[in-house]
């Protein structure tokens, strides 16, 4: 097996070890006379809490970020989306965004890590782009993030596409396809994409409406709760200076 390159190692560390883990292997590199690698370990940027979460979940829980990938995977293959089907899928990928939410944070606290909100925000925005882009899966796969993958929500595999692009043109000779024809392909690829991401966002905000009705029944239930509780907690402070008030009376025709 290929022992882990000194980078790999690095961002498992969580961000608080990462500077002085680099500059230690750096200057360990200077000395042994690589300074090559002395150079690119200190070229190697800091990654935020977010990313760092990603990448230590590539590393400790690879099958269910396997799986993620593998729910959005599993809707761009579709040849048909029905509204049914994008809800399956959108809740199944809702669910796996939970739990390795859940398994970050239960990793993060093992660790010593401080967690922020917007550090969780951040790393639920970059599984939601692995989930969306397979490129970004691919680079989360990596495990090195410094900072947080977003999804452009222009169609799944916009940067591939875009990237390739000028390589397919060149290949392409002119007298393949009319130009126009050329075009119309294009634009109704264009068009099928933007419709998939559509139906994903309107499924996945039926998804977030259930939640928020959720939300708000049990927080009905721990109003109610609470106004019980407050009821309770007056009468027992009524009660208790009842009984003062009785106990101050007897001292007092005891003293007599």
Request: some cysteine; charged content about 30%.
């Amino acid at each position: 097996m290929k022992p882990p390159s000194p980078a790999e190692g690095l961002y498992g560390l969580t961000p608080q070890e990462f500077i002085a883990a680099r500059d230690a292997q750096a200057s360990e590199a200077r000395r042994a006379g690589d300074k090559a690698l002395a150079a690119s370990l200190k070229e190697l940027r800091k990654p935020s809490v977010g990313a760092w979460m990603a990448n230590i979940l590539v590393r400790q829980r690879p099958a269910e970020i396997d799986h993620l990938i593998g729910i959005g995977d599993e809707l761009r293959s579709s040849s048909t989306l029905d509204g049914e089907q994008i809800r399956r899928v959108s809740k199944k990928k809702q669910d796996a965004v939970t739990k390795l939410l859940r398994s970050a944070r239960a990793i993060a606290d093992r660790a010593g890590q401080a967690v922020s909100q917007v550090a969780a925000l951040e790393l639920e925005t970059t599984l939601d782009a692995a989930f969306a882009d397979p490129s970004a899966a691919a680079t989360l796969r990596e495990g090195r993030l410094t900072s947080t993958l977003s999804y452009s929500g222009l169609g799944f595999d916009a940067e591939a596409q875009a990237g390739s692009a000028s390589s397919r043109t060149r290949s392409q000779p002119s007298s393949t396809k009319p130009k126009g024809t050329a075009t119309l392909d294009r634009a109704k690829k264009a068009l099928d994409q933007t419709t998939r991401a559509a139906k994903q966002a309107d499924a996945e905000l039926e998804v977030a409406r259930h939640a928020v009705k959720a939300a708000e029944a049990d927080l009905k239930r721990l109003r109610v709760a609470g106004a019980v509780a407050d009821r309770r907690a007056t009468k027992a402070h009524e009660q208790a200076s009842a009984a003062k008030k009785r106990l101050d009376t007897l001292r007092c025709a005891s003293d007599r």
